[in-house]
């Protein structure tokens, strides 16, 4: 089960650090990637990371503003969002996988419920 925090409403160029907390005991089985929706668009990746942590992934338009992390011994993946834009408005998701890296929504089995992320201008 995963549980995502940490958004908010912040004014354009501020920043933002999402968690997303799993429970039980294989998080370091896993693969972690976070995605966003924005109102009537479709689910669309932003960064996934590897089991140790060394190997990450991110959608060009975040590259170099977002950083995403995770603590194995707390069972927790962060994405720390700086230069925050208008158009990162949505809401942000933490997904699981069992194996290897991919940017489709659809190759997660395991979802947090979501947090509002809100960028003004």
């Given amino acids: 089960q995963l549980q995502a925090s940490g958004g908010g409403l912040v004014q354009a160029g501020?920043?933002?650090n999402l968690s997303c907390a799993a429970s039980g005991r294989t998080f370091l089985s896993y693969i972690m990637g976070w995605f966003?929706?924005?109102?009537?668009?479709?689910?669309?990746f932003?960064?996934?990371?590897?089991?140790?942590?060394?190997?990450?992934d991110y959608a060009d338009s975040v590259q170099g503003r977002f950083t995403i992390?995770?603590?194995?011994?707390?069972?927790?993946v962060?994405?720390?969002m700086n230069s925050?834009?208008?158009?990162?408005?949505a809401v942000y998701y933490c997904a699981a996988r069992s194996w290897g890296f991919s940017r489709s929504?659809?190759?997660?089995?395991?979802?947090?419920?979501?947090t509002q992320v809100t960028v003004s201008s």
């Fill in 105 to 114: 929504p659809k190759e997660y089995s395991s979802w947090g419920q979501g």
């Fill in 36 to 44: 966003r929706q924005a109102p009537g668009k479709e689910r669309e």
């Fill in 84 to 89: 925050l834009k208008p158009e990162d408005t």
């Fill in 69 to 76: 992390a995770r603590d194995n011994a707390k069972n927790t």
């Fill in 46 to 56: 932003v960064s996934a990371i590897n089991l140790s942590g060394s190997v990450t």
């Fill in 14 to 16: 501020g920043s933002l």
């Fill in 78 to 80: 962060y994405l720390q």
